[in-house]
């Protein structure tokens, strides 16, 4: 072999003190986009290591570069500059071949939208990554993804005779069929109502718990943020903050407090603003 | 990925999408069944027209008058029975073997309660002889019955249904009257193929003895002291005397009517040769312009095909980018789209390759005579066009698709 020569030092991913491996190794990760002559750094040098099992949220202001991380991670994009290790490999180095590989074994992405296939139901929606994956039982494991998502009763419905959280369950139980390392999931509450992202939190919450899957999702939502283990935060293509939660929150659990109780403490008593007789 | 499993997520993308499928395939029917529905039109009828025209012989030549085509003479002066005669004499013209006169006489043949009108040819017995055209019953006039100018006729099929109702009725030994006078019908020609084509329905016909169409029916006479012909047709010794007739025929007529200017000629001889050949270019028009149409219908096919291909693209470049995200390679994608291309391209083929034979059958079926064949060079040109179109136009947006990255063909719109 040639390259014996030269021959860099094989990639350890790096430990944590309990001594879990990395599975998101990313270093000097930078991202532009080329607006015809205007340059958006949309990341501009993000370090960030998630070790296996880790339950993590991402947050940030709006434009500051998480869905962008987001899809590096999911290998649904690739960065302008620096590395990505994903689970001790060099993605930044894949084929396109191993890069489809990887996102079918590796990675479950949830999206905010759900991106479900048309006119088709759910069950061949949960098949459809064993199909390229070229797997077995694939009826029978597709079922088991939707029983656990608690779908087992919506086999055969379409997208459009599902809820928006229906849908999205259908969406995680396509991600989580392959029985991937991680879940990736850019705002998969975001087009939910309380309720809905409630049962998201608590399928996700289920699945770090009891299987172990690394789960990484971006929220704009403290509260849903709060069930995590972890919350790192990102401006402007930077992460800013990256601290452990102390009491994570367990979904279902803790009741979120109602919206008028949350209003309760910041309003005042009554209205004030305009001519009294207005309002008689 | 398997090919049985790139076929199985092929197919039920299709199914998925029903109508796409069908509005695609209907594109392709319409094309491929117009261009080989049309091919086979256009072909049945050159060659009907040509095996029409093919029955009237080789070695005949037809002559009749006409206006002279340049020149300063204006008059027309009749062919007359002793120019037809003349013509006969091998010493006058010996590539001639036998000619047959022809005089038409405007009728009325009356039976009963029934009547028609028709042409009336008043002919020389060996009509039926150089025109290869005998009778199914009955017989055919004498040279006796041409002396006498006899009162008798011979009909054609389509003139004996019209007159006594039935085809294949047999009034041999019939009166009937011809324009008010009691004739006996003594036969029937034999039934010509071709009905209602180019040159009129031949078997609308009715022959007298010329005699009798010159003296009882018509006054024809002519200035050398003959009667008017309509028509000389003239047998020669055989296809290679053609010319050699037609030159005799010619320098004895011109003679015989003053012409002593090419142009001049008060009459026209043609032969079957000539007339195919004219009528190779009207129907080499005829087939031009169906194929025009034809090809027009597979280009509005293959814009259809095209439009609803690239109009889903959108659509179907989001579904390219959810299929990579969750594992497909670039090779999976683009075999599934071949699949379906292929696939709808043809199934649309084999349908239109049926809706150009129900065209061809039930043309077939409302023109009898017309012998319409499919060919197969029509089948693989309209076949292979809109296979190429429906694999072109769906391949190439699911190609540009399934190199994007998974996230901007998830964006895309
Ligand atoms: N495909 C693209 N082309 C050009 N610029 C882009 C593209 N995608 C994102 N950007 C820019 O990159 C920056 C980061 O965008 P990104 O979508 O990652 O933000 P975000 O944190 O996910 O925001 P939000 O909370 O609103 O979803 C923004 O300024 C955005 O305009
Ligand atoms: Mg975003």
Known sequence: MVSL??????????????GRKAVIDIRGVTKTY??????????????????????VAIMGPSGSGKSTLMNVLGALDQPTTGEYFLDGVNVSKMTESDLARTRNQKIGFVFQSFNLLKRTPALRQVELPLIYGGAANRTKRAKAALESVGLGSRLDHLPS??????????????????????????????????????????????????????????THDPWIARHTNRVVILRDGRVVSDRMVSQPLIAGKDERPSEADEMESVLKDAYYGGKEEEYN | MSLTESFRVALTGLLTNRLRAILTTLGIIIGVGAVIGLSSLGR?????????FQALGSNVLFVFSSAP?????????PISTLEGEALGDPTVAPDIAQ????????????????????????????????????????????????????????????????????????????????????????????????????????????FVPMTTAQTRLDNARTRDGGYRVDVLHIQTRGEESMDAATLQVESYLSDAHGVTFQGEQDFTIINQRDLLNSLGAVTGILTVFLSLIA???????????????????????????????????????????????????????????????????????????????????????????????????????????????????????
């Open chain 1, 5 to 18: 020569f030269k021959k860099k030092p094989a990639y350890q991913p790096p430990v944590d003190e309990t």
């Open chain 1, 34 to 55: 080329l607006m015809g002559d205007i340059e958006v750094n949309a990341l501009r040098g993000v370090d960030l290591q998630i070790y296996q099992g880790e339950f």
């Open chain 1, 161 to 218: 005779e599902l809820s928006g959280g229906q849908q999205q369950r259908v969406a995680i139980a396509r991600a989580l069929v392959t029985e991937p390392a991680m879940i990736l999931a850019d705002e998969p509450t975001g087009n939910l109502d309380s309720r809905s992202g409630t049962e998201v939190m608590q399928i996700f919450q289920s699945l770090n718990r009891d299987k172990g899957i690394t789960v990484v999702f971006v």
């Open chain 2, 44 to 52: 049945g009828v050159e060659s009907f027209i040509a095996s029409e």
């Open chain 2, 69 to 77: 085509t340049s020149g300063t003479r204006t008059t027309i002066q």
């Open chain 2, 99 to 206: 000619v047959a006169m022809e005089t038409v006489v405007p009728g009325r043949v009356v039976n009963g309660g029934r009547s028609v009108t028709i042409v009336l040819s008043g002919v020389t017995p060996n009509f039926a002889v150089v025109r290869d055209w005998p009778v199914q019953t009955g017989v055919f006039f004498s040279d006796e019955d041409l002396d006498a100018a006899a009162r008798v006729i011979v009909l054609g099929t389509t003139t004996v249904e019209k007159l006594f109702g039935d085809k294949a009725f047999d009034p041999t030994g019939l009166p009937v009257r011809v324009n008010d006078r009691v004739f006996t019908v003594i036969g029937v020609m034999q039934e010509q193929g071709g009905g209602i084509g180019a040159l009129g329905d031949q078997n609308e016909v009715a």
């Open chain 2, 295 to 413: 090809g027009i219908s597979l280009l509005v096919g293959g814009i259809g095909i095209m439009n609803i291909m690239l109009v889903s693209v959108t659509e179907r470049t989001r579904e390219i980018g959810l299929r990579k995200a969750v594992g497909a390679r670039g090779s999976d994608i683009l075999t599934q789209f071949l699949i379906e291309s292929l696939v709808l391209s043809l199934v649309g083929g084999a349908l239109g390759v049926a809706l150009g034979w129900l065209i061809t059958l039930i043309g077939g079926a409302l023109v009898p005579d017309l012998d319409l064949a499919i060919t197969t060079d029509a089948i693989a040109l309209a076949t292979g066009v809109s296979t190429f179109i429906g694999v072109f136009f769906g391949l190439y947006p699911a190609s540009r698709a399934a190199r994007m990255k998974p996230i901007d063909a998830l964006r895309f719109e």
